[in-house]
């Protein structure tokens, strides 16, 4: 594993995170046993991961708890980021609360990364106003090392509330959605973060339209539609196939986390799977060379006004 330092926050972390959310929550959305989605953070742990994120809302907290317990893991090796959900009900004694019972599912009195979960561009100025100085006062407690916010990618594709909430220079982790269907947060998030030194954890690396070749098409058509990908430098049959001829990329999938992973400004990447074999291989794509300097280009080129999929 690869091992870099997380922004302004200071901390060593490794360059694949494990995502126990997204699609498979570490297995749980397949219906996969507790004791399958402990092996597979058992499995990232053995290969240096030390970034995990979770959140409360995901249900899984309870099981990184688990895994990190029966593998004796010294609370200063490893890194937790979770998350304050907001949608349903928030103010800050739930602020307070809901923490306490992730520190308690997570088995820890601390926690790394304390993020407000899935923020849109029309709530952002109300949770900095009525509930960040409550993550304030549980950072002054101890209890929160660093604070963070998401994005709501799916309903944000260029990032208005990362752009909105990077000014007030109060948050240390940024997560942002990027890949190669949607590169928007190059121009959009990377310089500010850059220069403000905030950590960004990717999300959306893979998702599922990259892993499945009928989402791709489908999702390089509706660019087409939307003006926003020429016809003419995509072939419809063999999308991205020029990826394969051009370099020793093994799969779509291992091209898009390396494409993710090089970028500046990226800090971490998140990769989430309940499939060890897919864990196995996503951890060597991340700890793999870049992509030819041409096959980036050709790629950064191609969906340079891409902006209306997320990679859903
Ligand atoms: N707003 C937010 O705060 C927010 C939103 C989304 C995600 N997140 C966080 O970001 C993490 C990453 O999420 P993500 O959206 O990027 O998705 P992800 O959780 O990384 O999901 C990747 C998808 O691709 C599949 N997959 C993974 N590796 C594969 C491989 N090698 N070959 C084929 N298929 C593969 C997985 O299914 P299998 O299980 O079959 O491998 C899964 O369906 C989440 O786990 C979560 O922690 C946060």
Redo the contacts with the bound molecule.
């Keep these: 594993m690869d091992y870099t330092t997380f922004g302004r926050t200071g901390l060593n972390v490794s360059v694949m ?11 749980q ?2 219906e996969k046993s507790d004791a399958e989605s402990i092996a597979i953070i058992h499995q990232a742990l053995a290969a240096g991961v030390n970034f995990i ?3 409360e809302a ?1 249900r899984t907290e309870t099981l990184v708890g688990a895994a990190l317990k029966s593998k004796g893991v010294a609370r200063d090796k490893i890194v937790i ?1 979770t ?1 304050k959900s907001y949608r349903r009900e928030i103010s800050p004694a739930l602020v307070r609360e809901g923490l306490e019972a992730s520190l308690k599912r997570l088995g820890t009195d601390y926690i790394d990364i304390y ?1 407000l ?3 849109g561009p029309l709530d952002y100025a109300r949770l900095r106003d009525e509930i960040l100085p409550a993550f304030f006062q549980l950072r002054a407690e101890g209890k929160i090392r660093f604070i963070g916010v ?5 309903d944000d594709k260029t990032h208005q509330m990362l752009r909105d909430s990077l000014p007030d220079d109060v948050w240390d982790v940024v ?1 942002v ?1 990027f ?1 190669i269907l949607n590169q928007t947060a190059r121009e959009q998030v990377f310089p500010q973060t850059v220069a403000q030194d905030v950590a960004v ?8 339209t ?3 070749p009928e989402k791709l098409v489908a999702a390089l058509q509706t660019l087409i539609d939307q003006g926003q990908l020429d016809p003419t430098e995509v072939d419809m049959d063999n999308p991205l196939g020029f990826v394969f001829e051009e370099s020793d990329a093994t ?1 779509l ?2 091209a898009a ?1 390396r494409f993710c992973r090089y970028e500046p400004g990226v800090h971490v ?7 060890p ?3 196995q ?2 951890i060597d ?1 991340l700890c793999r060379p870049p992509l030819p300097e041409g096959v980036g280009q050709k790629l950064r080129h191609i969906f340079r006004h891409a902006r209306a999929v997320t ?2």
Excluded at 17 to 27: D, N
Excluded at 150 to 154: G, I, K, L, V
């Design positions: 995170g494990l995502g126990c959310g997204g699609p498979s929550r570490i297995g959305s397949a994120d979770t959140a995901y980021s998350k993020n979960h899935g923020v998401s994005e709501m990618f799916n997560m959605g890949n954890q990717i999300m959306f690396a893979v998702r599922r990259l892993s499945q799969s999938v291992d986390y990447v998140l990769s989430g799977t309940g499939n074999d897919h864990l291989a996503n794509s990679g859903q």
